[in-house]
C-alpha cells in the first residue's frame, strides 16, 4: 500500500490530475463514504458534502482533528509550522473569530460593491486582451486569467503591483499549503515556512507605509480597524491579508483558465455564448460546477455527526470532494454535460455555509468579463498544444498554460 492509496484514489497521479473526473464517478457509484485506515472520511455525494459544510458540528480548524492531536502531541507548533504557526487565516476559523474577521472585509466584496468594479474590469481586459489580439495567438493563463485577477486583488487591497514580482512566488508557495500534509516533502514546507515569513516582513513595511499615509483601500481600512478597539490583532490582520491576497492570485485564474479549455473543447457551447452574450452569467456557473478550482475542502466533527450509514466520529476528518458533488447525478440531470445555459445549477464551487467564498461576487464578474471577451473575440479557438499541462497543486487544481490559437473576430 503507498501512502496516497488510503483516501480511495491518487490524487498524485498524473492521469488523475489532468481528469480526475472518471475516479470521482466511480466514487460516487460504489464507495460514497469511503473511510480511511486513519479516522478520515471521503465525501463525493452533494447531500453529504452539502451537509457537512452546512453543519454547526463541523470545524474548519483541523487542529480539533484527532489526527492533528496525534501528530503534535508534546511538540511546540511554533517549532514544527514556523512562521505559519499562529497566522491562519478566517478561512481556518470557527465561531466567533471566524464571524468577527471575516465581517471586517465582507463588506468589500459584497455583489453591490463588486459590481461597482464591473467597469474597471472590463477596461483591464480590453488591455490584457490587446496585444494577444494583434499577435493571433495567446497563453490563456499568462496574457488574461492570472494578471486580471492579481490587478484587481491588488487594487483593491492597496498592493503596489509593481512589487508583484517579490511576491508572486510566495503566493504560490500559500496555494500548495492548502494541500493534505502528508503530501509535502520537508523541503518544501520550509519553502513555505520562508514564503509566509517574507509576505509577513512586506506587509508589516506596507502597513507602516499607510498607517503614515492612510488611502481609499482595503489595506488602510483593515490598519483602522485594527487601531480602533482592537477589532483584530497584528497578525489576524496579516493574516487576512496574506488570505485575500494568495486567494486573489490562485483562484480566478483558474474559473478562467478552466473555462476557456471548456469552450476549445465544447465550440458548440461558445457558439452559444457568442450569439447570446447574456449566457454569461450562466456560463460562468457552469465552468465553476463542470470544472471546479477548488476541488476539495476539509472539515472536522466536533461531535458524531451522521453520514448515510456511517458516522464521522468526534475528531475525525471528512474529506469534502465538492467537485464530485457537482457531478452527482441525484443532484444535476446530465452532470457530465457542459451546458452554459444551465438553470438548475447549485453547484458546491464556492463551497457552502459560514465559510462560503467571501470573493464569488469578485470571481464571477471577472469570470464573466473575460469568458464573454473570449467569445465575442476570438473565432475559430483551438488548443496549440495537444494536452495542455497540469500545476502539481491538489486543492487548486489549475493548468499550468494554455496555448491557443485564433483568429480575431472579423478579421
Ligand atoms: C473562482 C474563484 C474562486 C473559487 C472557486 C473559490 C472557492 C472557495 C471555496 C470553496 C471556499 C470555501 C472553503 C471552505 O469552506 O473550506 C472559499 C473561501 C474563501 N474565499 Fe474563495 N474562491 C474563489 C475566489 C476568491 C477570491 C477572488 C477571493 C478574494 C480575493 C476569495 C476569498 C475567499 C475567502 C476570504 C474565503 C474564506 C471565507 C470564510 O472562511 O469565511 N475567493 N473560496
Known sequence: MTITEPLGFNPFDAGFRVDPYPVYRRLLAEDPVHKTPFGMVVLSRYGDCAAILRDPRSSSDASNSNMYKAFMAGRDPEEV???????????????????RLRGLVQKAFTPKTVENLRSRIVELVDELMAPALERGSMEVIEDLA???PVRVITEMLGVPIEDHDTFK????ELAGALDPDFATPEAVAERRENAASAFVEYFQALIAERRKDPRDDLLSALITAEDEGHKLSEKELLSTL???LVAGH???VNLIAN?????????DQLARLRSDPGLARTAVEEVL???PPVQFTARVALEDIDIGDAVLGRGDQAIVLVA?????????ERPDEFDVGRQENRHLAFGLGAHFCLGAPLARVEGQVALQAVAARLDDLSLAVEQPEYKENIVLRGLASLPVTFRPSGA
Open 81 to 99: 509550522f514556523g512562521a505559519l504557526a499562529g497566522m491562519r487565516p478566517f478561512l481556518f476559523m470557527d465561531p466567533p473569530d471566524h464571524t
Open 146 to 148: 492570472y494578471p486580471l
Open 169 to 172: 512566488g510566495w503566493s504560490r
Open 242 to 244: 496574506i488570505l485575500l
Open 250 to 252: 490562485e483562484t480566478t
Open 259 to 267: 473555462g476557456v479549455l471548456a469552450f476549445v473543447r465544447h465550440p
Open 289 to 291: 460546477r463542470f470544472d
Open 324 to 332: 464530485a458533488a457537482n457531478r452527482d447525478p441525484n443532484q444535476f
